[in-house]
């Protein structure tokens, strides 16, 4: 069983709903990710929270909206999704900033497969 | 240049074989260095993390180079079971930012 819990686990939705992705983990890991992955790609990732702040953002358009509640919980909020947001949404999570190499290890929810019509 | 690049296959090995994938990384400051598996439609695991010195784990064995700037996944004794993708994974400017290469696909036949 994987130790980073993601809800729901598909989605389909229109270009009109708003709907919420939610990862939960209870490892104590401090920093948390969101990763899209389309098919045959690797996963892209989109945001990284670090204790509880932003701390990266690739870009990505304002539809996709993150939020961190606590140091547990990661939501991505999706609004006004186009077709070409279909894909499998993967959180993860890590120690953050391991002084050790190899400290700081990715490890993957689940993921949330996500269909916009 | 990308900075971490895979050769995506798919190796086509029978069972019983031995299978090496190469990846090279961009960025000589590199610090971390993992293989993650990926089954189709499921989540990428993590399958090692790899050491300077090198390191096995039953069928299984990675290496560093960082002189060639590249890593290895050495499997032995290829079972149906390893038929997956193998991400290679590399840190180095922000810890919490992990380059991805394309994956290398693993078919294991009969």
């Known amino acids: 069983d994987t130790e980073v819990t993601q809800t729901p686990k598909h989605l389909v939705m229109g270009m009109t709903n708003k709907k919420s992705l939610k990862c939960e983990q209870h490892?104590?890991?401090?920093?948390m990710y969101w990763y899209k992955q389309k098919a045959k790609k690797p996963p892209e990732l989109m945001f990284v929270y670090s204790y509880e702040k932003l701390s990266i953002n690739e870009s990505v358009p304002s539809r996709f909206s993150p939020e961190c509640p606590n140091s547990s919980l990661l939501n991505l909020h999706l609004h006004a999704l186009q077709p070409e947001d279909s894909a499998l949404y993967l959180c993860a999570s890590s120690q953050d900033g391991g002084t050790l190499s190899g400290a700081n290890v990715l490890t993957f929810g689940a993921g949330s497969r996500l269909t916009v019509l | 240049r990308k900075e971490v690049e895979q050769d995506p296959g798919p190796f086509n090995v029978p069972e019983g074989a031995t299978v090496a994938f190469n990846c090279t990384y961009s960025?000589?400051?590199?610090?971390?260095f993992f293989w993650y598996r990926q089954d189709c439609r499921k989540e990428p695991k993590l399958l090692m993390s790899?050491?300077?010195s090198g390191n096995e784990d039953g069928r299984f064995t990675a290496q560093l180079n960082r002189a060639s700037q590249y890593i290895s996944l050495l499997i032995r004794d290829s079972k149906l079971s390893d038929s997956a993708t193998y991400l290679c994974?590399?840190?180095?400017?922000?810890?919490?930012?992990?380059?991805f290469g394309s994956g290398t696909k693993l078919n294991v036949k009969p």
């Open positions: 490892m104590g890991h401090r920093a």
């Open positions: 960025n000589s400051a590199s610090q971390s």
């Open positions: 994974v590399v840190n180095w400017d922000n810890f919490n930012k992990f380059y």
């Open positions: 790899v050491y300077s």
